[in-house]
């Protein structure tokens, strides 16, 4: 896949995200079983703020930098080890369909992390 399709589709799920997080903590907080609202809504910004550099990072059909992409591969590799730890532990992801689903994103978010790492890896700008 190509880069900039795999930028924007991880764009468009931080913003998605980001927007449930953000206008629906309290539910949210309640699905997945005993996270703190005020984590899942600064969650909800930190989403939206990501989507909004994924989305400025190829402005006007820029090419993102190498450091820029591992930015992002980063904090996908953090979604998916802090999803693995909070279920391992039974921390916060404490319903059974919210472990899940919060496994379901993660390896959504791993995948992108992983589409945008070989695709800078193949890149030697």
């Known amino acids: ?19 449930i997080f953000l206008l629906q903590p309290v539910g949210l907080a309640a699905f997945l079983g005993a996270p703190p ?5 600064f969650l909800g910004v930190t989403l939206l ?7 400025a990072s190829q402005h006007n059909g820029r090419v993102p930098r190498r450091h820029e992409v ?14 693995l730890v909070l279920v391992a532990l039974g921390l916060w992801v404490t319903t059974a369909v919210g472990q899940v689903a919060a496994l379901v994103v993660a390896a959504g978010v791993g995948t ?13 700008r």
């Open 1 to 19: 896949m190509p880069l900039a399709t795999t930028l924007r589709l991880n764009a468009l799920s931080c913003f998605v995200f980001g927007a």
């Open 37 to 41: 609202v005020t984590v899942v809504a």
């Open 49 to 55: 703020l990501n989507a909004a550099l994924l989305w």
């Open 70 to 83: 591992l930015f992002f591969c980063m904090g996908d590799f953090l979604w998916l080890v802090a999803t």
């Open 112 to 124: 992108l992390g992983v589409l945008q790492w070989r695709a800078i890896r193949s890149d030697r």
